[in-house]
């Protein structure tokens, strides 16, 4: 009750739908064991949906049942004069929900007409709303499922490059079609014609292990291995075998570096773009290794210690949090070479440190190149040049030992001699030093003002609101009373007219009333 489609692309096992369409499935069952499906060619594929196959013809237009396969064999005729070439629509037709399954194996109709049923039959490649068969509205005949596909067979087909008329580029061919068991006992009649045309040899049950005698059945010693069937009328075109010839393992290691490489280096460019990094060119340092799992009561002199065995000179900074000063157990470890570095990382990894198991990694951050980025994003970058001029100003006046190399004597005549100076004759053009206290006091002096200024400029603003919003709202009153005191009028003037019109109706009746009694 199952088919292997041994295909160019990988193999297919197929679970016939015995059950539900037994007439279909023993169609396809005796088709192929008598090698019909042989070097049958993917004519049609459907991106998202399907594709088709079991045409010999390679266009759509060929195929035929098992019964009309024998009698054209039988009588020598062409298949397409059989009266027998389709077998009727008889089937379980597949539910709505199974129309948007993928792997499902689905009879065709030839033109969509009824009761023409072949040797052509479709698999549906992807699954989901208005994918594989939903939304075609048509009716279609369950064969099967696909149960088995570890070469993604399927996955492979939908991504084909096909022309307008939906074929591939690369011919995918089904090379055989195996039986794996066949529920059918009984044979169509002059079944050992079609097989002899075709140089097929059943297996003798003597061959087999009596477990498997019923396998005789099916079983070939013998079958032909064609390019193409005799049918065809298509043109051949490049087979998937050179399309899509595997390379060397040098080759693939060359083009998974060159990706691997590809993908970092755009990775850092939209980083870049993003403004997470400074630089796309920026690399972090490979000479500081990344310590992680430490104790809470690890100290930085410890770790420090320890690391010293592979560098005099390595420094390990644990990070800590910022407000409780707590130790975040993960530290750096920087190193003076990176032949230290590397034996450290081959060394210290898993190691035991304070009763924690640690683990260590080359570290991956660029935090220092960072800040310094963001300090001069930020507009913090201060004038390095000014400050070390002051500084060496006062240190040139201080005459210190490492500067000049003068005698102690000398160093505190001049510390004395600056003591004695006031603050405001010590500051000069040539000795731009400013006194901390007073920079500070400066500093809180001008942000005072410039707090005062920003109230101000709120208040101007909150005022210039409340006034125009209360004149807005007298300018919307006086416009209501105009509007009343004008409909009032007019209401006064209509209310006159009709007054007088009613009147002068009134005067003209009595005037002809009167007229007509003088005349009587």
């Known amino acids: 009750m199952s088919l292997l489609l041994e295909t160019s692309l990988g193999d297919l096992i197929i679970d016939l739908d015995v059950e539900g369409s037994p ?12 090698r019909y499906y042989t070097a049958s060619l993917v004519y049609n594929v459907v991106e998202g949906r399907y594709f088709q196959t079991g045409d010999p013809v390679g266009d759509g237009s060929g195929g035929t049942s098992i019964n009309g396969l024998v009698h054209a064999i039988k009588h020598k005729i062409d298949v397409k004069k059989c009266p027998n070439r389709f077998i009727k629509s008889i089937g379980r037709k597949l539910t709505r ?9 689905a009879a065709i109709e030839m033109a969509g007409m009824q009761d023409t049923i072949g040797s052509q039959f479709m698999i549906t490649i992807d699954s989901g709303q208005d994918r594989a068969l939903d939304g075609t509205g048509r009716d279609y005949f369950s064969i099967g499922t ?10 492979k087909i939908n991504a084909l490059y096909c022309d307008k008329t939906g074929r591939p580029y690369a011919d995918v061919r089904i090379i055989k079609a195996h039986i794996l068991d066949d529920p059918f006992l009984d044979d169509p009649v002059d079944l050992n014609l079609v097989l002899e045309q075709n140089n097929v040899k059943l297996m003798d049950k003597t061959d087999l292990p009596p477990q498997f005698n019923e396998c005789a059945r099916w079983l070939s010693s013998a079958s032909p291995s064609v390019e193409k069937p005799r049918e065809e009328t298509v043109e051949i075109r490049i087979s998937t075998n050179d399309a899509m010839a595997e390379v060397d393992a040098e080759t693939e290691k060359k083009r998974t570096a060159e990706m691997a490489n590809k993908e970092e280096n755009s990775n850092a460019v939209m980083l870049e773009m993003l403004g997470d990094l ?8 490979e000479n500081v290794l990344f310590v992680c799992k430490l104790n809470p009561a690890t100290d930085d002199e410890d770790l420090t210690l320890i690391f010293s065995r592979f560098d005099q000179n390595a420094k390990a900074e644990i990070i800590r949090d910022q407000e409780t000063g707590d130790s975040l157990q993960y530290a750096f470890v920087e190193f003076d070479t990176e032949a230290a570095c590397n034996e450290a990382y081959f060394k210290m990894n898993n190691a035991l440190i304070d009763d924690r198991r640690i683990k260590v990694d080359f570290s991956q951050s660029v935090s220092k190149e960072w800040n310094r980025y963001a300090q001069r994003k930020r507009g913090v970058r201060q004038d390095f040049r000014s400050l070390d001029h002051t500084k060496n100003a006062y240190r040139s006046n201080r005459q210190t030992m490492s500067q000049l190399h003068v005698d102690h004597e000398a160093m505190n005549r001049s510390q004395s001699r600056h003591k004695e100076k006031s603050h405001d004759n010590y500051r000069s053009e040539e000795q731009p030093y400013v006194d901390r206290r007073d920079r500070n006091l400066n500093r809180g002096r001008e942000r005072e003002g410039n707090d005062r200024m920003r109230r101000g400029r709120r208040d101007r603003r909150s005022r210039s609101r409340s006034s125009s919003i209360s004149d807005g709202k007298t300018r919307r009153r006086k416009d209501r009373r105009r509007r009343h005191d004008d409909s009032e009028r007019k209401s006064k003037k209509r209310h006159k007219s009709s007054h007088r019109q009613k009147s002068k109706r009134r005067y003209r009746s009595r005037s002809r009333s009167r007229s007509r009694s003088k005349s009587f």
Not at 97 to 103: A, N, V
Not at 278 to 285: C, D, F, I, N, T
């Open 146 to 155: 696909v149960a088995e596909d570890d070469t993604d067979v399927l996955g």
């Open 23 to 34: 007439l279909l499935c023993q169609n396809i069952l005796k088709l192929a064991k008598a």
């Open 97 to 105: 929900d199974e129309l948007k399954e993928k792997g499902r194996v």
């Open 278 to 285: 400074p630089s796309a060119e920026l690399k972090p340092p």
